[in-house]
């Protein structure tokens, strides 16, 4: 390049900036392509920008607005005796909801830290081992989008509950497993949903990474490996929520739940009763799900103490193991204590009713 050419374009103002200011064109470049989703230097307008950070707060305070609608509509629909909305979703399609917006709210958390990070000059890709297209714009504008559909199908369904005039509307039941197979299908989606950002490596790299902690000891552990381990343990609500929406899927109880207003209460199948911790097999299922974060951190500790074996074994490894090995006592001890209880439960009820029945006789 010339002495005296300019670097960048004249409709950024730049016009004077020469290459004997090389460093403060640098500077300069790199707030204009802070977070734009690319390491290739580019002419960015300041126009684009500010229609980028609009686009991006509008889409965080609508979903923040969906959020607050949503608890306005639980509250709402409790206080409606006649079709039961309430009662219908807190005992079927609760969990199915909850665990979906806990997700969305998860990543737009984990997009708050991204832009704390990077005004607090964090090299968070260095660490995390991303590239530039893994910024708070990405993660932000993917919630939206996951948000926009668990809130769209929410909404629906209990409208669909509370309307009197339900023979017009769709079946009620498809609203929440539209918001499930809409989430599904937004996260396995074989394209970019926003290709300037390459989301699509990025979901399937997600995914990559939950395989690959699965057999946590047969790998190394990385940093990212860890953060992702670290969230999981604080999601357990997550897994037992998913859970039990597949159970109450699979063996058809779902789409058998209904508000009979002729007797004020809650008619549905008794096969639920098979999606609790009464039933051996969901009991399995569930206390698997359970520990099973708190197993990974215990394997990648383990694996992280056999591999610095170069600096002479490492004993905060150690120590840091020991953390979740508490936690998995904590886990099991509760588990087994409530299956106890619960067991004593049945059987004082069944003593004091064959009690009753000899007394009667």
Request: include cysteine; glycine fraction near 6%.
């Amino acid at each position: 390049m010339q002495r005296g050419q300019p670097l960048l374009d004249s409709n950024l103002g730049f016009d004077s900036m020469f290459v004997d200011m090389r460093h403060v064109q640098q500077a300069a470049v790199g707030k204009l392509m802070d977070g734009m989703g690319t390491d290739v230097m580019r002419e960015v307008t300041v126009d684009e920008i500010k229609n980028r950070f609009f686009t991006l707060g509008l889409q965080v305070g609508v979903a923040f607005q969906m959020f607050l609608m949503s608890i306005i509509i639980m509250v709402t629909a409790e206080d409606d005796d006649d079709s039961g909305a309430i009662y219908e979703l807190v005992k079927i399609y609760y969990p199915l909801f909850r665990g979906l917006f806990l997700i969305c709210f998860f990543f737009v958390c984990y997009g708050v830290n991204l832009f704390v990070w990077k005004r607090a000059e964090v090299d968070y890709r260095a660490i995390l081992g991303v590239t530039h297209n893994h910024n708070y714009h990405c993660l932000m504008r993917a919630s939206f989008l996951i948000m926009s559909v668990v809130f769209a199908s929410f909404a629906m369904y209990v409208l669909t509950v509370r309307s009197p005039h339900t023979r017009y509307l769709p079946n009620k039941h498809v609203w929440p497993a539209a918001a499930l197979i809409g989430t599904v299908l937004l996260v396995l989606w074989p394209w970019d949903l926003m290709p300037e950002w390459s989301d699509r490596s990025q979901r399937y790299g997600l995914l990559r990474q939950l395989a690959r902690l699965m057999v946590s000891p047969a790998f190394p552990v990385s940093f990212a490996a860890t953060f992702v381990a670290d969230v999981l343990t604080s999601m357990p609500k997550i897994f037992s929520d998913f859970l039990f929406t597949a159970c109450v899927y699979a063996n058809g109880s779902a789409l058998q739940v209904g508000w009979d207003a002729d007797r004020g209460k809650l008619r549905h199948s008794s096969r639920i009763s098979q999606c609790s911790d009464e039933r051996q097999s969901y009991f399995v299922a569930h206390f698997f799900l359970a520990i099973l974060p708190f197993w990974i951190r215990l394997m990648q500790c383990a694996r992280a103490y056999r591999d610095s074996w170069a600096n002479g074994y490492e004993r905060r490894h150690l120590f840091n193991a020991s953390k979740y090995v508490c936690s998995l006592a904590v886990v099991v001890l509760s588990f087994f204590s409530s299956k106890v209880i619960a067991s004593a439960g049945r059987i004082g009820r069944k003593n004091s009713r064959k009690n009753y029945l000899q007394k009667s006789s």
